[in-house]
């Protein structure tokens, strides 16, 4: 019965490039933290039909998607227990996409931070795409009436466009979509370049010292941990003007476990020089077996394709049920 299923929860990734120690603090390792749980259930996607609203060369697309699933899986992910696919392969995401354009306003889509940061970005390039991305999105999340969105901060604003969408269309044509919630982690929502603590860490910053990708190899982590800008306090706290510092000790607090006050205690009097190489040490550890488990997982191509072939049909069955829906409720005739 549809009210008595496990709660679900839905999220995705774009394959534009190897993910970041922001997308894994932020949102990866939290699907796996949720799929562990065994509370819901879990449908993890690769947004390869939004990563076109920025140009991308179809070789390194490709190989970016497919070096993705395999890195989700090595993350921990467990794709025979519950779908990963690409989006491409569940043609429902468009379908529910074109009803959701219907019922967006030019207004609300003119207001995403995304939008006005990627236009600024890529100003050759402003596509209709770019600007209708938030409701494709929705229909990523609504086609699962999914409960939960694990995502990190930078989403947020996608999630309330979401939810407005799922209740304006639930008014007009009665209940028809879940009202999702966000779930974004207490600490490591909002991963902080290194260079430049008032800009998120991105994949796709032109400065390689800005951020760590999940497969940089140790010695990478530990020279752009040293290179991260901190201030000129040499202390090793919270506070106006010490956002650069307290980056690294979110970034730390999150590979060890340990609380914000923990890390002012163990580092009190000692300069940054320490303090970096234990950050640095940390990382390297949270991301070692990901890295050995990704070199064993990318062997297996056979293997991918499974996950993703049987991740699509599932995702299918249960997509198709929604558009289904909504097509009826829209007033189209059933082929
Ligand atoms: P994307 O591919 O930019 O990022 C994937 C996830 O990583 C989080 N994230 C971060 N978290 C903390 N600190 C950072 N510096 C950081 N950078 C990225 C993002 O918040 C995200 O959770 N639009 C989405 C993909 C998407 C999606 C969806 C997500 C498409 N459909 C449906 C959820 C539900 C995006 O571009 O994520």
């Known amino acids: 019965m549809e009210n008595e299923r496990k709660k679900r929860i839905l999220s995705g990734i ?3 490039g190897t993910p970041t120690l922001g997308n894994y603090v932020g ?3 939290n699907w796996v933290d949720l799929q562990k749980e ?3 259930e879990c449908f993890y996607m690769i947004a390869d039909l939004h990563s076109i609203t920025v140009k991308q060369d179809p070789k390194v697309l490709r190989k970016n998607s497919l070096d993705l699933l395999a890195l989700l899986l090595a993350a921990g992910l467990d794709g025979e227990k519950e779908p990963i696919f690409f989006q491409s392969h569940v043609p429902q995401h468009s379908q529910l996409g074109w009803v959701l354009d219907c019922y967006t306003y030019m207004g609300e889509l003119s207001r995403m931070t995304q939008f006005k940061d990627k236009s600024a970005k890529h100003a050759e390039n402003i596509n209709a795409g770019l600007f209708t991305y938030p409701a494709l999105m929705a229909a990523d999340i609504l086609l699962y009436q999914a409960d939960m969105v694990p995502v990190g901060k930078d989403q947020k604003q996608h999630l309330e466009i979401t939810r407005d969408l799922a209740k304006r269309f639930n008014g007009a044509y009665s209940d028809t979509f879940v009202v999702p919630e966000p779930y974004i982690p207490k600490v490591g929502a909002n991963i902080m370049s290194l260079q430049d603590p008032m ?4 994949k796709s910053d032109t400065n390689e010292n800005a951020y760590i990708s999940v497969l940089d190899d140790p010695d990478r982590i530990m020279k752009k941990i040293k290179r991260a800008v901190t201030d000129s306090e040499a202390c090793v706290r919270r506070g106006e003007g010490k956002e650069a510092v307290e980056n690294l000790m979110t970034i730390y607090s999150v590979a060890t476990g340990k609380t914000m006050e923990e ?5 009190d ?3 940054y020089g320490v303090f970096k190489e ?3 040490e940390a990382v390297v550890e949270m991301l070692r077996p990901i890295q050995e488990n990704y070199n064993e997982i990318m062997k297996n191509k056979d293997y991918l394709e499974k996950i993703y072939r049987d991740g699509a049909e599932r995702a299918r069955y249960v997509a198709n049920k929604t558009v289904s829906k909504v097509y009826r ?7």
């Open 329 to 335: 409720k829209v007033g189209f005739i059933q082929p």
């Open 263 to 267: 890390i002012e205690k163990e580092f």
């Open 269 to 271: 009097g000692q300069g």
């Open 38 to 40: 065994d509370k819901y």
């Open 278 to 280: 234990k950050v640095g």
């Open 27 to 29: 949102a990866l390792k």
């Open 199 to 202: 800009h998120k860490m991105s």
């Open 14 to 16: 774009q394959p534009t």
